[in-house]
């Protein structure tokens, strides 16, 4: 019987590969399984927090102490986070949420198409439209919203901008309430106090963090899911959530988050990347449990 004199090199090589992914794989959790070693050597925590985003910023809620930025007072594209201060705006104005609302031909996706299961001629009541624009990023239910606010659009897109004024978001400006639009900008900066504010409201909360959601589309349910797996995940406590995306944009995500007992805001601008917004959160949790296992190793 003859054999494959290669077999043997191939082995080989799987051997040695195996081997390298092994040692990368201890490499990148030393700071946490040695925490005692990382005490010793404090700046290596933030060294070994290797984001993707370009724009970043990482606060503790309880005192607004800086723990990681990255061009956090630039002003940039944010997509659907704006969808965050369309529901302030909306819930400010002590709209009913069970009032019906139809979705017309002026709520198609503007000024960019888009696939929407919210039919032209379906109605649904505000509370849902605002729960589908949190969750499932839901286009035509955040433009809804703006178009029937008191005074049509315009009077959303000044009360949005009032909003942000009243917020202390020096640098932004909103045009719309979907966050289609590039010229919705805001720094990280600004996007924590965004955050902060919609994370005490009740409807925002829940809304923003539910996995999925259903509602009745003229003669058939129809299920939303949220735009953030993060939410499902029972390793996350996520307070408060949003994700976005444009071309201009690049992929964002926001949240307001409990992380080894410490109240969180982090802020993800342009990651670049099908994954790389969840993977830089994913990242931020990992260092934060390594930080808090420094701290405790240097009580020791």
């Not at 940039?76 to 139809?102: C, F, G, H, R, Y």
Request: with cysteine; hydrophobic share 45%; net charge positive.
């Amino acid at each position: 019987m003859a054999f494959n004199s290669r077999q043997p090199s191939l082995s080989l090589r799987a051997v040695a590969g195996l081997f390298l992914a092994i040692l990368a794989m201890q490499a990148s959790a030393k700071v946490i399984r040695n925490p005692a070693k990382a005490a010793r050597d404090p700046a290596k925590l933030v060294r070994d927090l290797k984001l993707k985003s370009s724009s970043v910023l990482i606060m503790d809620a309880s005192d607004s102490s800086v723990l990681y930025s990255r061009h956090s007072d630039v002003p940039m594209p944010i997509a659907s986070i704006t969808k965050l201060m369309t529901a302030l705006v909306v819930l400010d104005a002590n709209q009913p949420l069970d009032e019906p609302i139809q979705i017309t031909d002026a709520d198609r996706d503007f000024p960019k198409g888009g696939v929407s299961r919210l039919t032209v001629g379906a109605t649904l009541t505000r509370g849902d439209l605002m729960h589908l624009a949190l969750m499932s990023s839901e286009n035509r239910a955040a433009h809804a919203l703006g178009n029937n606010y008191p005074g049509g659009m315009p009077a959303m897109v000044a009360a949005m901008n009032a909003k942000a004024a009243e917020l202390g978001m020096a640098s932004s400006h909103f045009v719309d309430p979907t966050g289609l639009s590039s010229q919705n900008v805001a720094s990280p900066e600004d996007l924590t106090k965004l955050v902060i504010a919609a994370s005490h409201n009740p409807s925002i909360r829940e809304y923003s963090t539910d996995s999925h959601y259903a509602v009745k589309v003229r003669r058939h349910m129809v299920e939303f899911r949220n735009t953030d797996n993060l939410v499902a995940n029972p390793t996350w406590n996520i307070i408060v959530q949003k994700t976005g995306y444009i071309a201009e944009a690049g992929k964002c995500l926001v949240m307001a988050a409990v992380i080894e007992g410490r109240s969180v805001v982090i802020v993800l601008l342009d990651s670049l990347g099908k994954y790389t917004r969840v993977a830089d959160a994913k990242r931020i949790k990992t260092w934060m449990e390594a930080s808090a296992n420094q701290r405790v190793a240097s009580m020791r």
